[in-house]
């Protein structure tokens, strides 16, 4: 072999062992995120949700809230259920047929839920909702976690806040909670 040969893949090899200790070693943008955000909690403390209104004695909210719901979803014509505290909004198609749906807050007064029935998935996404004036929180943002028991972590499915409530679309059921960012 010429010595121009060698030293060519001499090149070769050290470019390329170079590049694999670089994607082992620190941030790269084709490596698994090493930045500080969180990929998963194992036993994460919701937020409270307030039990009575201010104003309003704890049997006014007894009468609008409850902690469990059930009711029966028109795959055509989709539609809204609620416990007062959490809503799920169904758009037309989302279901294949008409599906009895339920939310239990198994938890309370933590703002987590399970939403049934438990693993079924969307045609199109659901749209969860809390406001946040149902909320022990001043936090102006929030995070919703969802019970990923394949892995046993609470995982970040994102939301947001719109006029003054949290809004996240769903693609299945599970079990999901609410975390404030401050």
């Not at 029966?72 to 259920?81: Q, Y």
């Amino acid at each position: 072999m010429s010595g121009r040969t060698i030293a060519h893949k001499f090149l070769t090899v050290s470019t390329f062992l170079s590049v694999l200790a670089a994607m082992g070693c620190g941030y790269s943008p084709v490596s698994p995120s090493q930045d500080d955000t969180t990929p998963g909690v194992e036993n994460p403390v919701f937020v409270l949700v307030l039990s009575a209104s201010e104003g309003s004695s704890g049997r006014d909210m007894l009468e609008s809230s409850s902690t469990s719901v059930s009711m029966v979803i028109s795959a055509e014509m989709g539609g809204t259920v609620t416990n007062g505290y959490v809503s799920l909004y169904f758009p037309p198609g989302a279901l294949n047929e008409d599906t009895e749906i339920t939310i239990d807050m198994p938890r309370y007064p933590e703002a987590m839920v399970e939403l049934g029935p438990h693993g079924i998935e969307f045609n199109k996404n659901v749209t969860m909702t809390m406001p946040l004036a149902k909320l022990d929180s001043d936090a102006s943002s929030y995070r919703t976690l969802w019970n990923n028991e394949e892995i046993g972590l609470w995982i970040d499915v994102g939301g947001r806040v719109e006029n003054s409530t949290i809004v996240t679309d769903l693609s299945h059921f599970s079990e999901y909670g609410q975390l404030p960012t401050h």
